[in-house]
């Protein structure tokens, strides 16, 4: 069978290092295609070496006699190794950052610049306090600060839905409020 670069592919499978550098050389485009594609995030120089090492070996291991052109051959047996040593190089990647973080799963590092741990705690620790107040109020002032607050009915609503003038809501929410205020000590 005859292929581009038989001659010299020959010459590198005999051991001549000057056809292994003169096949290097020519080689370097498929090389650096072949990084670009699958070396995602790797440094470029050790996979150059790599990519050189499977070169080199590929010569070693083709047989003409499997009816293959040479470069074919290269080109599948060249990506599936990089793309493999990419691969396992992520997988240590990360395993070494969830061994950082004790089992931890590294997303979970990335810092929330909105985050607020004791801010949100206090939010807590208020709400519960506000709800413990509110249900200490007397029943009518407790369906108006509900009413009001909770459900976003206005005072207005509240009047005409429980039958009374607006000044009295009006009172009976600021009477609850003065008391949700003493409760609460502020």
Known sequence: MNYKLK?????????????QLELLDRLKPLL??????????MDWEEMMQEASLEVLEAVRD???STGVPFLAYLKNRLA????NQSRKQRVAWFRNI???GDGQDPLDRIADKSADPPGDLLKRELKTAVRSAVDQLDPVQKQIILLHYYQGKSLKSIARDQGVCYKTVLRRRDKALKVLAALLHF
């Open 62 to 64: 083709y047989r003409e």
């Open 80 to 83: 599936f190794h990089i793309y």
């Open 7 to 19: 001659n010299l592919v020959e010459d590198a499978r005999d051991g001549s290092p000057t056809a």
């Open 32 to 41: 650096l295609f072949t990084l670009k594609r699958y070396a995602w995030g």
């Open 98 to 100: 969830s061994a950082e």
